[in-house]
């Protein structure tokens, strides 16, 4: 009897670790861009969260398929996009979730244009919004959109890194001067953060993101990617 309850036991064990499920973030991006001119900047950061529901014992062999640089492929992704705006009378900022990241943020005759999922598109104020195959002629084409550049018709743009995870974390720091009032402070890195600094005020921080592995409740892990599991 002491022998099939041993049995037993084992198999129960076996059974809660091959079946149930776990649900596990991995924090990805965190980097981006930053463009100004004068005391106005914007700052495009990235943040790509990683879904996997996985097995216990799935979650507990993954280190060593990650040593044999085999993990396991995530079972859900999504791409997030905050548009921070900063000036001298305050902050602003929109979220959008392309299908994939946009890049290649370029100020062009007064407008903002990106390379997004499906072409071009021109920032609106709220959103990044394809435009006409008419408009891109007018601006140039997917040639115009540039990388870092300083001081173009005003403006200048520099990227910001964040380290991925298990990397050996290169920690930087440097600064934007928009004007007399207004200064940013960039931390690259893990974590990437980015504070803006007034005279007389304390630092107002506009991002923050660590890029991290952690579980989640199964509420959470489907808060996170409710569009993609619809």
């Known amino acids: 009897m002491k022998v099939r309850a041993a049995i037993t036991v084992a198999l129960a064990a076996f059974a809660l670790l091959a079946f149930a499920k776990l ?12 463009l100004w001119k004068g005391d106005e900047a914007y700052l495009f950061m990235d943040d790509r969260p990683l879904g996997y529901r ?22 859900d992704d999504k791409w997030h996009l905050a548009i921070i705006r900063i000036t ?9 979730e392309p299908e994939i990241g946009i890049a290649g943020f370029t100020p062009i005759f007064g407008d903002i244009y ?4 499906g ?6 104020g709220s959103r990044f919004q394809l435009i006409s195959e008419q408009e891109e002629q007018r601006i140039g084409g997917e040639g115009a959109l540039k990388g870092e550049f300083t001081a173009v018709n005003g403006w200048s743009k520099r990227g910001v890194r964040g380290s991925s995870i298990g990397d050996y974390a290169s920690h930087y720091e440097f600064s934007i001067n928009l004007d007399e009032q207004i200064k940013l402070l960039v931390r690259g890195g ?13 630092p107002e921080r506009v991002w ?11 509420a959470e892990y489907r808060q996170v990617f409710s569009s993609a599991l619809r």
């Open 114 to 117: 990106a390379h997004c999922p």
């Open 119 to 124: 072409g071009i598109c021109k920032w609106t």
């Open 23 to 34: 649900h596990v973030l991995r924090d990805e991006g965190g980097g981006g861009y930053i």
């Open 88 to 96: 001298p009378a305050g902050v602003e900022r929109h979220d959008q």
């Open 190 to 202: 893990n974590p990437v953060s980015v504070d803006v600094l007034r005279p007389d005020r304390a």
């Open 208 to 218: 923050y993101h660590e890029q991290r592995t952690r579980r989640v409740s199964a």
């Open 54 to 75: 996985v097995s216990m014992l799935g979650y507990l062999l993954e280190p060593l398929r990650e040593y044999f640089n085999a993990p396991v492929p995530s079972d």
